[in-house]
């Protein structure tokens, strides 16, 4: 154990900018992705799609596909062995649907062949019949009792609500009421790699599916369902995942367990790699909210009430719905203290594709809203944005909207303090407007706030696990339950195992997750990854450290708490081993050393039977939560951050750019620099798309869109200048202090970009994304056709 | 990939003799064929030209008062070329903003040309350049103005039998631009793009030609805008009558990339940008 | 037919029906599977190799567009065990994060300063906007392509 530190600066890896432990292998092509996986005798799986985003079947003819010459299976419905679906929330996501299809992602039948061509001919050559449905596709219709059903229980998929204070009493004390309706779209996650799987028959009756998938308990518990297999017969392995940011859940649940049912099946290997069309039409998206704010404030610019009504679209599956649309009625009304609240997210079932987590997890879309409604509030009393922020913003010992007393450092000011000085906010808001009244581009500035529920909150369980093997030769092997998907999770947790146990980074070796090796831990989501996956594998390492130490000590013959662990070395604390130690050679008799390389303790402790293997488990603190008033502890701890975004508009043809961007977070301690900048970069750049092009347009439940070249992502051109201010307010229950980033990053760069585009055009656009026919003519595209004779 | 078969000639002679055969395709760069092969998952593969081998079909060279180019030029070899630059400045500057460096390497102006798009970018650079394709058949070859080429989206008069062999065209007047508006700032289609090739003499508008992309089922001449401009000097209000009549002549239609009136108007807005341009330089 | 051309600075032949995109015949034929498909369309990137040292994406390449001519793929840029400066540069300044359009854009940059040893941003940006990354807001690929350009200039100027 390291010896005790005053100050930060006593770390030795943490805050340190280090390259991710996976680079090399990545940046020389060595690192293996689902797709980039093969077994011998591998046939190859592909799925026929339903035709209708809503329809019956009514028949299912595969013979002419079962007799194709290299076809090994064709299978339906009927061959499942156990349940025909999955869920975390509700339990109806269809493997091979049945029944009825509810929208154009179900799959209706699997095929196996030698090779990817035969698979596709024999997928052509199966043959539907259909009961055409009236298609579902509006959120807020299909709640009217009119409205067909999508499932049997009717289209209400949830509703969530927050009842605080009294929202009339509120009204009436204020002096300034604004009702404003905002939207935002749906978006992809466009992780670069499409989903892939590699599903291999076990000896012993078992599965075993390596492939991108971010939570492999979900997709145990999925494929262990639909198998009718114990979970221990059932293995999910992590390749290297080429991104997710919350997309290969349910989505690869569903393609895991199709190429599972074809290698069982057939007793061979079954390999399923998506094309981009594939994981458009099927794979889950963000949700589309439309939302209605009422808000009430006194002259001075004091929020009295807010009065908030979303519906989100779920489109055919529950999915993550319930759980998303929860931590939207946490957030939705802003980091700002209101004393009367109600809000009310409404989820809807439609014949869309479905929706369920994706980065920022139901706080996009109400941050957007909150913050567009932050800045007409400014303008309505003649304030500037951030004052009428600053007086009203969360601090120590507020309660939020849901009831919480915060009990830790409040930072939300700070952050926008820090944005704004940066960006210098009020002189360039000014000098904007002098310069707007002559010149083109017109420019503009916005900011952006949010607070965020660390982690899972009263959502669900939230407990990981670590396990840290101490090698004979000083080396380490770690794994842990949570994933590294990109996002740099393996690098984190190494850097935290390197502090605790004195070693160099470069002696860990993360190994990728494996569900036989770890138990389950959760999903990898709510940017919880660091402080869970953190504090067990501090918990790990220091089980091995307590029983070491016994032997360091009696090896160098001084007291136990004296003992320091650092740079793969051992020695007594008096003892200056900052740099190592040299050439000097270590070995002086028992009782006369000054220290001791760690792997010769190992050796030594392994020689005596200690154990050098530990596993590390955390569980979050307790949170709490009334549904019925939607009040409680939602979280037990929050982060907080501001943005702020200049931008250039052509208003005659809309065409914005994003000048530049500041971005402020409080993370609690930065763990691993680099890859806290990489998260910000990261979220502002997919915040950007969010904001200006990004949209998954469909109509009547088909799709108007299939791959990049209408889905637009930002590419490097697109992107800003960057400057981040890190906070560190060191939390009291994180790792070293740590919070989450990975997730508020992302979530307020729209709405800042937003403001700054209302700021430059004087007039507000209360819909994303804003593209070049919104701002130039004030509505969006009606996207009418798929291609036009305009296409190429 | 199922057993298609390819020919690779070396010769244009091979080429034109294997171009009319059943179920032949030709390709140059295969930027744009390969993503709609994509696009259909089984259908049937048709049997590849592949024309890289044919030396001949690659050459830019002075011809005349203008120059002469090789179907399989690149838009990269486009980009790069002094003599282009110097010569067609419009269509330098469409083929460097079109697509990706990735995409600019392989896809070529015959390619572009033969695709038929109404979004193609370098097709209103080729309008307004007066641009003459030489269309080859085993045996033979005719000449066709680039503005006949074209019947519709993707339809053009090329027959079955033919190549494009050659890109022929004057050199441009004193005064050109190609403008275009993307949603973002690169590989983006076009949503509209405008190319001009104006001459001006004394201040005044002596020969002028414009066409328009993406906003009609081909390429557009905007004729009755030239007409209005020859002779007339470009002022604020000769620009702007300009653009109107510009906005006029187009006929776009709603799509996934962009609304018709916005279409419309921003014609306007680019000419507008392109003239004032020209004007100021003066 | 068979095809002859240079795979990584090794002269291959294979036999190949011609019509097969050259990134099948990489990933499936010689186990290079460093290049990744994202999208089939030439519009991500993350299948770049370099043909004759230009980048073009090898998803919309056929075969027999490659013969006689040389590819690079990612397993080729460095020699040996040493990294590319520009594959040492990416790992160093973070560049990487899930590191499914790293080879890609590894690719694109070698060549890049290939062609020009010291880029201004705009001429990034340019030489960039064909490889499209979701996880890095490219500004770390920025620093990276800065980095290898200080790196390949000091190398130069040190071996004259």
Redesign the interface.
């Known amino acids: 154990m390291p010896a005790p530190r005053k100050k930060r600066t006593a770390f030795a890896a943490i805050g340190t900018s280090v390259p991710n432990v996976d680079a090399v292998d990545k940046v020389t092509g060595r690192a293996k992705y689902g797709a980039d996986h093969d077994r011998k005798g591998q046939l190859y799986g592909r799925v026929k799609y339903s035709e209708h985003p809503h329809a019956l079947i009514l028949s299912i003819d595969v013979s002419r596909a079962v007799n194709l010459s290299g076809v090994r299976a064709v299978l339906t419905h009927a061959d499942i062995p156990g349940e025909n679906s999955f869920g975390t929330a509700v339990p109806h996501q269809v493997v091979l649907c049945s029944e009825k299809v509810r929208y154009l992602g179900d799959v209706v039948a699997i095929v196996a062949a030698d090779s990817e061509e035969i698979a596709a001919k024999a997928v052509e050559s199966i043959t539907v019949k259909y009961k055409i449905l009236p298609v579902v596709s509006d959120p807020v219709e299909a709640l009217s009792p009119r409205s067909p059903a999508v499932h049997a229980g009717g289209n209400l998929c949830v509703h969530q609500k927050v009842r605080k204070g009294d929202v009339g009493t509120g009204f009436s004390q204020s002096e300034v009421v604004l009702e404003r309706e905002y939207a935002t779209q749906k978006v992809e996650h466009a992780y670069m790699e499409p989903e892939a799987v590699l599903a291999e028959p076990g000896e012993n009756g078992g599965i075993t599916v390596t492939g991108s998938v971010q939570n492999l308990y979900s997709i145990r518990r999925g494929l262990a369902r639909v198998l009718a297999l114990p979970l221990g017969r059932v293995r999910v392995r992590q390749a290297t995942l080429g991104g997710s940011f919350g997309g290969k859940d349910e989505a690869m649940t569903a393609l895991c367990c199709r190429a599972a049912l074809l290698a069982l099946k057939t007793g061979r290997p079954v390999k399923m790699v998506n094309t981009r069309e594939n994981s458009m039409r099927e794979s889950y998206k963000r949700h589309p909210y439309r939302m209605k704010y009422k808000v009430g404030a006194d002259r001075r610019g004091f929020l009295k009430a807010m009065e908030i009504t979303i519906h989100a679209d779920a489109g055919a599956y529950a999915a993550m719905s319930p759980f998303v649309t929860w931590r939207s009625t946490v957030q939705a009304t802003g980091p700002y203290v209101v004393p009367n609240v109600r809000t009310d997210v409404y989820a809807a079932y439609t014949n869309n594709c479905y929706t369920s987590a994706m980065r920022g997890f139901g706080s996009p879309q109400v941050c957007f809203g909150s913050e567009s409604l932050m800045d007409e509030l400014a303008e309505k009393l003649g304030m500037d944005p951030l004052e009428v922020r600053l007086k009203n913003t969360l601090r120590g010992r507020s309660t939020t909207a849901t009831g919480q007393k915060l009990n830790h450092t409040v930072s939300v000011g700070e952050a926008l303090l820090n944005v704004t000085k940066k960006g210098r906010f009020l002189k360039t808001r000014a000098s904007n407007r002098k310069h707007n009244e002559r010149s083109h581009p017109k420019k503009g500035v916005g900011i952006s706030c949010s607070y965020r529920g660390v982690s899972l909150g009263a959502e669900g369980v939230d407990a990981a696990g670590v396990t840290v093997s101490l090698q004979t030769d000083g080396s380490v092997v770690a794994s842990s339950g949570l994933v590294d998907m990109g996002q740099g999770a393996a690098t984190t947790i190494s850097l935290m195992v390197a502090e605790e146990l004195g070693v160099t980074v470069d002696r860990i070796r993360f190994l990728g997750a494996d569900t036989s090796r770890l138990p389950d831990s959760g999903p990898t989501v709510a940017s919880r990854t660091s402080f869970m996956a953190g504090q067990a594998a501090r918990r790990a390492c220091k089980e091995i450290v307590e029983r070491i130490r016994p032997v360091a000590s009696e090896v160098l013959g001084c007291p136990v708490d004296s003992l320091l662990f650092r740079n793969n070395w051992v020695s007594h604390s008096t003892e200056r081993t900052r740099r190592g130690p040299g050439s000097r050679k270590a070995g002086r008799g028992r009782a006369g050393r000054k220290r001791l390389r760690l792997g010769e303790l190992a050796s030594l402790c392994f020689a005596r039977g200690v154990s050098l293997f530990a596993h590390g488990w955390y569980r979050a603190p307790a949170t709490s939560w009334d549904e019925r008033t939607g009040q409680g502890d939602a979280y037990f701890t929050f982060v907080y951050g501001a943005n702020l975004a200049e931008v250039e508009v052509d208003t005659e043809t809309g065409t914005v750019r994003v000048t530049r961007f500041v971005s402020s977070h409080d993370v609690g301690r930065v763990l691993n620099l680099n890859g806290a900048r990489g998260q910000v970069y990261g979220g502002v750049a997919m915040g950007l798309g969010y904001a200006l092009f990004e949209e998954y347009a469909e109509q009547d439940g088909r799709p108007s869109l299939e791959n990049f070249d209408e889905y637009l992502l930002p590419t490097v051109s697109d992107v800003p200048e960057t400057e981040i201010v890190f906070i560190e307010n060191p939390d009291r229950l994180g790792p070293y202090g740590a919070k989450s980033l990975g997730e508020p990053a992302c979530e307020i760069a729209a709405p800042a970009i937003a403001n700054a585009v209302c700021d430059a055009l004087g007039m507000r656009v209360r819909e994303l994304p804003l593209t070049l026919e919104r701002v130039r003519l004030g509505r969006g595209l009606s996207r009418k056709e798929k291609r036009g004779s305009a296409g190429p | ?6 020919i ?1 000639p070396r010769s244009l002679r091979e080429a034109l003799r294997a171009v009319g055969r059943k179920g032949v395709v030709a ?1 140059a ?4 064929l ?2 709609r092969l ?1 696009d259909v ?2 259908g049937e ?1 048709p049997s ?1 030209l ?1 024309l ?2 044919v030396r001949t079909l690659h050459s830019i060279a002075p011809r005349g008062k203008g120059l002469a180019l090789g179907p399989l030029v690149t838009f ?1 070899e486009i980009e790069r070329s002094s003599l282009l630059r110097t010569l067609a400045p419009q269509l330098v500057e469409a083929a460097s903003v079109a ?5 600019r ?2 896809a070529t102006l015959g390619g572009n040309i033969a ?1 038929g ?4 970018d370098l097709l209103p650079p080729l309008y307004v350049l007066s641009a003459r394709l030489e269309l080859s058949y085993s045996g033979g070859r005719r000449q066709v103005m680039i503005e006949d080429f074209f019947k ?3 339809e053009t008069v090329l027959r079955r039998n033919e190549l494009i062999t050659r890109v022929v065209f004057e050199r441009s007047q004193n005064r050109g631009f190609f403008l275009r ?1 993307a ?7 076009s ?1 509209v793009s405008v190319a001009a090739n104006v001459s001006l003499r004394n201040g005044r508008v002596q020969s002028v030609r414009i066409a328009l992309g ?4 081909t390429v557009l001449r905007a004729s009755r805008t030239e007409e209005y401009l020859l002779g007339r000097e470009l002022d604020r209000d000769s620009i702007e009558t300009a653009c109107g009549l510009a906005s006029g002549e187009a006929a ?8 018709a ?3 419309r ?2 014609v306007g ?1 680019l000419l507008g940008r392109g003239l004032l341009r020209i004007a100021s330089a003066r | 037919m068979k095809l002859k051309f240079t795979v990584n600075r090794r002269a291959t032949t294979l036999e190949v029906t011609g019509a097969e995109r050259v990134i099948d015949l990489l990933r499936e034929r010689l186990g290079l599977v460093g290049t990744k498909e994202g999208c089939g369309k030439g519009e991500c990137g993350a299948c770049t190799v370099l043909l004759d040292g230009s980048p073009v994406c090898s998803c919309l390449l056929l075969s027999s567009q490659v013969a006689g001519r040389e590819i690079t793929t990612i397993e080729g840029l460095s020699e040996g065990e040493s990294l590319h400066p520009v594959q040492a540069a990416f790992a160093e300044t973070g560049a990487v994060q899930c590191g499914f359009c790293t080879p890609g854009l590894v690719l694109s940059s070698a060549a890049l300063l290939a062609d020009i040893p010291a880029p201004s941003r705009e001429q990034m940006k340019r030489a960039l906007a064909g490889n499209l990354c979701r996880c890095t807001g490219y500004q770390k690929i920025f620093e990276a392509v800065e980095l290898a350009s200080r790196n390949m200039r000091r190398e130069k100027r040190r071996r004259r």
């Open positions: 990939m199922r057993e298609a078969s390819v690779a390709v760069g295969g930027t744009d390969l993503v994509h998952a089984a593969r590849f592949v890289d081998g990269s697509g990706s460096v990735q995409i390497n392989r695709n798009s109404p979004a193609g519709g989206p993707g508006l949603v973002r700032r690169a590989l983006a289609i949503k993406a906003v009609a089922p776009p239609i709603d799509d996934i990339r962009s609304e009136d916005y279409r108007e921003m807005v």
